[in-house]
């Protein structure tokens, strides 16, 4: 039977993909901050792990208690929106330390397990602000960017193993908890002299012409991580597809 490990479970995309997953008949290894047992069926094919992926010690206990795995979605994530010149450091680097070296860690933790097996597949969550950067993203577009790379680079070293790694990138999904994951408000960071910028962006995230949903995204991991081909993105969403094949500005 197929295991796999999904980090950020707690709710949206990654909730969802647990329970696709699940529902596909593979064994799921839920993971999330705070564990809640009430928002996944009762089912032995499916574990909820507490997992904190910012915390190398919390890490090395969740892999403990997991056991072996067939496949790790990283989706854990925050967000920052604002102007760039008035988002403190500190948010820049709490960003990066869940949505870059997060996954890079997870991914170092459990490379040993697939190397040794010769078998395995790790799919990264991004973004569509790859495929087009978005104003008022600065940060969390640098922090997704970083991971486009860095996957791109692990198909290399990792197929001599037969191990394989897949890029998941959603569009805008205005239901996810986004927002709510977001380090500060995002009126603390448009300063008065970027409000006339910033309006229309905002009015334009109000009522956007294309929407992601957390299924499309589900989908999407899933046939990122059952494809056996050398194709490494995989857009989630209609907007993310649109850009993806430039039919869109």
């Known amino acids: 039977m197929t295991t796999v490990l999904i980090t950020g479970s707690s709710s949206g995309y990654g909730l969802e993909t647990a329970r696709h997953f699940h529902d596909k008949g593979w064994t799921v290894i ?7 047992d009430d928002i996944l069926p009762n089912s032995d ?17 969740c892999l403990k208690a997991a056991g072996p795995i067939d496949a790790l979605v990283n989706n854990a994530g925050i967000g920052v929106v604002g102007a760039f010149e008035a988002t403190p450091m500190s948010h820049v680097r709490t960003v990066f330390e869940t949505n870059t070296f997060g996954v890079m860690a997870m991914t170092q933790a459990v490379i040993p397990q697939f190397r040794a097996r010769g078998s395995g597949v790790i799919v990264n969550v991004t973004s569509s602000v790859t495929l087009a950067p978005m104003p ?3 940060a969390y577009t640098a922090s997704k960017m970083a991971i ?39 009126e603390d ?61």
């Open 189 to 249: 960071l448009i300063p008065q002299v970027y409000a006339e910028f910033a309006a229309p962006i905002f009015a334009a995230f109000a009522k956007p012409a294309m929407v992601t949903t957390e299924t499309d995204v589900a989908e999407a991991v899933w046939r990122a991580a059952n494809d056996m081909s050398e194709q490494l993105r995989f857009p989630a969403g209609p907007d993310a597809v649109a850009l993806a094949q430039g039919t869109v500005g």
């Open 136 to 138: 008022l993203a600065a």
């Open 30 to 36: 839920a993971t999330m901050r705070s564990p809640r």
């Open 148 to 186: 486009e790379g860095f996957t791109g680079s692990l198909t290399h070293e990792l197929g001599a193993f037969n191990v394989r790694a897949k890029l998941v990138e959603p569009g805008y999904a205005p239901t996810t908890r986004f927002a709510a994951n977001t380090k500060v408000r995002v």
């Open 45 to 61: 094919r499916l574990r909820i792990l507490a997992l904190d992926v910012t915390r190398p010690e919390s890490i090395a206990a």
